[in-house]
């Protein structure tokens, strides 16, 4: 539901049908707000959740969202897709992505998980990076397997903080 709050969806806002474009808008709006108060349903019940969308995206705008960000143990956090592997094509072959991506989480290990930033900014051997425009933004919204052991890690040491695992452990076991 990002592409609405997308910048780069923006630049042709005066292109098309408009009321398809506002439709389409206010659904992305509602869906964002539901997924809001879910997140603060999760916190208020002592339990984790993570939202994500593009750091650029105008739904971290949102009042709603601000009022969120503000909650005490809420983090806003942004991590870079090339850290986790995210690959795509262009005419020049296969790349990384950097698609910066915002997080808000209440876990403050599932954040740090989240937040790797892109090795050029250090490292001395640089990759390319490959831009998410024709088209190439569908592909990217699935995660990198990567990106996904990092946030079940970052999970499993805040269970592991909180009491509900032990480091021996290899899964979580309920009551």
Known sequence: MCTAFSLLQNLS?????????????LNAIMHVKFCIKLCVEQQESGRYFLFEH??????WKLPEMVQLLMRPGV????GHMC????????????????????????????AEQV????????????????HLISGRAKAAEVYPPR??????KGLRRQFIADGIMNARDIGTVCC
Do not use: F
């Open 13 to 25: 806002k005066d292109k098309g049908n408009m009321e398809e474009k506002k439709r389409i808008l």
């Open 54 to 59: 593009p750091a650029s995206a105008t739904s």
């Open 75 to 78: 983090l806003r956090v942004v």
């Open 83 to 110: 850290a986790y592997g995210m690959k795509s094509q262009d005419a020049e072959g296969e790349g990384l992505v950097k698609k910066p991506t915002g997080w808000a989480t209440n876990s403050p290990y599932i």
């Open 115 to 130: 937040s790797q930033l892109c090795s050029n900014r250090w490292r001395g051997a640089k990759h390319r990076h490959v």
């Open 147 to 152: 990106l996904c052991t990092a946030i079940l």
